[in-house]
């Protein structure tokens, strides 16, 4: 009888410790996804041709649906349970890894992106709700969490770096190291219980709207850049958007079951909190493409060598992160945002008027700011939209915050590749990302500062 009741005990404490690593390798895998390519680019053009274009869309072919997708995701798993949800995003994504690196061309390699973000955009969501219910005590719970943030962090920050070294064994294998990981973690799944499941109404007017909106405004954004924003295609994929975004806009103010209430951007504060995190992941993301494409095209850096050349920025990341609690406390949620985003400001400008023989280590340390001001954007965001929505809104929130960064990332590569696109030379089109981008920072930071005096 003791033995069982043992038994029985032991198997109580495995199963959430199942559920967090689940989780960690989920957010690891996509986490890493989301970087370890850009430094494989050049490399991928080499072998399959395509333009800058074409470079653009591998990475947002993942990117924007990974985005596009997420509320979606959320509302899949509570649909039909998180474990089960998670298996399918996983299997998802483990399908597109292998596509990607079996791609003979570029439109199968994109198209593999794109099934790489359905399945990102189904395990994100999941793996949080396979903490929630595997560990009902809040204090064990916010450990797990810190713990599965930690790994995102630990992805980002080794992304670059592992692509590197993976590109020299072949840009293919930035995709089939994937493959090991995704099984591991559908096999530790197996010993996580099964998920409880509850009516969760899809609003597939909603989604399908924003998907075109977001597809036709990207596709116009960077094919514009090549083919000319006059072209025919570039502005049907325009018109599509406002359509897109029309119906959007109706069916979550006419809908009975609308993916983001409209009534949640009345508060200042939650429409600034947006805006700032739209912009900072994109100009994350922007300053990661156009780097990678600076340090191996322009300036003849390998693939490896780009690599570490981006561990200052992501590894710095990765260690200071727990520092921003901290800030939290002493300085307050809109101080440290602030202060982020001109860390942002510091480094984006740095990087646009550092003459073009500086040395590429100076470079790379000219971006610290840019990875950590953003970093320390994103724990005081989060804390404050959370503070100005009803706590039965607190997840629909959490999701538009979510969408919001990944939409900043997907729509940053697009719009920093078209501004290269129709410069004469890189270093202007660089210039021109750069500080384009630090003036939308300042002018953001002086709203928020408006909304500290406000409060």
């Not at 955009?121 to 949080?128: C, E, G, Q």
């Not at 095209?297 to 520092?323: C, D, H, I, K």
Request: glycine share 12%; hydrophobic share 55%; with cysteine.
């Amino acid at each position: 009888m003791s033995e069982t009741r043992f038994t029985s005990r032991t198997t109580e404490a495995v199963r959430p410790r199942m559920s967090l690593a689940v989780a960690m390798l989920g957010f690891f895998v996509v986490a890493l996804d989301a970087q370890i390519v850009n430094v494989a680019l050049p490399h991928i053009r080499d072998e399959l041709g395509g333009g800058l274009s074409g470079l653009q869309w591998v990475v947002t072919g993942y990117t924007l649906m990974f985005s596009a997708l997420q509320l979606f995701g959320g509302t899949v798993s509570d649909r039909i349970g998180a474990r089960r949800a998670f298996d399918i995003g996983m299997v998802v994504f483990v399908i597109g890894s292998a596509a990607c690196g079996f791609a003979p061309g570029l439109a199968v390699l994109i198209a593999g992106r794109v099934v790489q973000g359905i399945g990102a955009a189904m395990i994100t969501p999941t793996s949080l709700a396979l903490i929630r219910e595997a560990y009902p005590d809040t204090v064990q719970r916010g450990r797990a969490i810190t713990y599965w943030a930690l790994g995102g962090s630990v992805a980002a920050a080794a992304g670059p770096v592992v692509g590197g070294v993976l590109t020299q064994f072949g840009w293919r294998w930035i995709f089939f190291v994937n493959l090991p990981v995704g099984v591991l973690a559908l096999i530790v799944l197996t010993r996580v219980t099964m998920s409880p499941r509850r009516a969760a109404p899809f609003d597939w007017t909603g989604q399908i709207a924003a998907i075109a909106a977001l597809g036709g405004l990207t596709f116009g954004i960077i094919e514009g850049g090549s083919l000319g924003y006059g072209a025919p295609q570039v502005l049907v994929a325009f018109a599509l958007t406002v359509m897109g975004g029309l119906v959007f806009l109706t069916a979550q103010a006419r809908g009975r079951h609308p993916m983001i209430p409209l009534d949640l951007f009345r508060s200042n504060t939650v429409s600034t909190g947006l805006g700032i995190a739209f912009v900072t992941m994109a100009a994350f993301y922007g300053v990661v493409f156009v780097q990678s494409l600076y340090f191996q095209e322009q300036r003849g850096a390998s693939a490896l060598v780009t690599g570490f050349l981006f561990l200052p920025m992501t590894g710095l990341v990765a260690l200071l992160n727990p520092f921003v609690a901290r800030a939290m406390e002493r300085l307050g949620r809109i101080v440290t945002t602030i202060g982020g985003m001109a860390l942002m400001v510091v480094g984006l400008f740095a990087l646009a008027l550092a003459p073009s023989g500086t040395p590429i280590i100076v470079r790379a340390l000219l971006m610290i700011p840019v990875g950590l001001g953003g970093s320390f954007t994103v724990p005081p965001l989060t804390a404050l939209i959370m503070d100005h929505v009803p706590a039965e809104r607190a997840g629909t929130a959490s999701g538009a915050l979510n969408t919001a960064r990944q939409m900043g990332g997907s729509l940053g590569i697009a719009v920093f590749g078209a501004v290269l696109a129709v410069q004469p030379a890189f270093q202007t089109g660089l210039r021109m990302d750069y500080m384009g981008t630090g003036v939308v920072l300042l002018l953001l930071a002086s709203t928020t500062l408006r909304l500290r005096k406000a409060g």
